[in-house]
């Protein structure tokens, strides 16, 4: 077998040279490429906040991270099985000897970042109840006083100021002034809302209701309205919110969470507040309703006082309590008459029968000659002399006194 011997004056490179050879080909031919593939693999690291996945097809699969600084930018949330175009430069990490793509820009394949960033916002406080019609507080029905969030320069808040004055002009109005594009946007204007609720909550400016919004423009001039600090801000608001973001085709986040949505910010004005010439007709036409119910009601009472004015007991008051004492005074007399009536027929009923019972009286039989025996040590009358025995006492009861006797013979009547 033949062996391959390094030629003698040969000079081996390092596998640290090699890589950085490598290195160096790498960054000079492919410091900006686009790449299209899959995302897989994709993580997440907790602490440093980097994004590591994969880029694969069909035959291929590249590795790929997304610096902290980078991923902050994007404005949609990358996830696996997603297409992407990646624009960045391709690296090798000696360490482990591979290479990957560090990517500086990510755009998803048939559907633009904003709109594949607004749909996952979308779905995501969908399942966390943000849009949820039960949640949504009622508009007040005359407010007093109004909060505007928007920027002091546009024309949207000087369309507002023109309608709330000429509609309402008893409720005060407060600007709060925000940016309502660019970088930080988002977070003044939930900071604002933020603001105007801890002051309400302290009493310090009580509020009714406030609008949210600013005129028209492109998605990206409008994306503040899109962004989540600005939705969870909305969310938590105690005072009603009115959203007016951009034209009636567009249609934000913060339109979605408000507890109304207007489709211009000149609509948001007018649905936060009565006209106020309308309410003036309307409190007249009540006006005259009211006045017309009191003169019926007027008519009708002194309709009824003269009725009753026209009656003897009105205008001749002591007849009728005269005309009330004789009559009581003839209720009297026939209730002592009639007590009378009914005394005397008792006590003739009376007289009756106490002569009834006296005829019956056993006394009045005894008057006649008739007398009761009874043996003595026996209650019941002696009517059979069968029953006597000779020698017996008997007690012989009289009209006046009795007698006590002895048998001395029994003479039983005969069959």
Sequence with gaps: MTKLLPPEDVTALSV????????????????????????????????????YLSLKDSGAVLGAVIWRSVAARFRFDPRDGMEVLACG???????????????????PKGIGALDLALRQLKEKLLVRGF????????????????????????????????????????????VCPVRVQGDGAAAEIAAAIGLLNRL????????????????????????????????????????????????????TIADLVADHRAATPSQAAAALTPDHAQELLALLELRGRLDDAVRRRIAMARERLDGLAGRPALWRPLERVREQVRRLDDLSERLQRAARQKGER??????????????????NVLRRGYSLTRTEDKPALVCDAAE????????????????????????????
């Excluded at 391709?90 to 990510?106: H, N, S, W």
């Design 346 to 363: 008792a006590a003739e009923r009376l007289t009756a029968l106490a002569g009834r019972l006296e005829s019956l009286s056993p006394l």
């Design 89 to 107: 430069r391709i690296t090798f990490y000696p360490p482990q000897g591979k290479c990957q793509l560090d990517i500086e820009a990510l755009h």
């Design 388 to 415: 006597l025995q000779v020698g017996e006492r008997l007690r012989t009861t009289l009209a006046r006194g009795q007698v006590i006797s002895r048998i001395e013979e029994v003479r039983p009547s005969e069959p």
């Design 200 to 251: 309400h909550a302290a009493g310090r400016l009580l509020l009714d209701a406030m609008i949210v919004g600013r005129g028209g423009g492109s998605l990206e001039d409008l994306w503040a309205f899109n962004e989540e600090i600005v939705a969870e801000a909305i969310f938590a608001s105690k005072v009603p919110v009115v959203s007016a973001v951009g034209h009636e085709i567009d249609v």
């Design 16 to 51: 640290t040279e090699v890589t950085g050879q490598v290195r160096t080909l790498l960054d000079k031919n492919f410091r900006s490429v686009w790449v299209a593939g899959e995302i897989s693999n994709l993580k997440r690291h907790q602490a440093s906040g980097h994004i």
């Design 131 to 174: 849009f949820d019609p039960k949640r949504k507080k009622p508009l007040p029905k005359y407010p007093q006083r109004i909060a505007l969030v928007t920027s002091p320069t546009g024309a949207a808040v000087r369309d507002m100021l023109e309608i709330l004055l000429r509609r309402w002009p008893v409720a005060e109005v407060i």
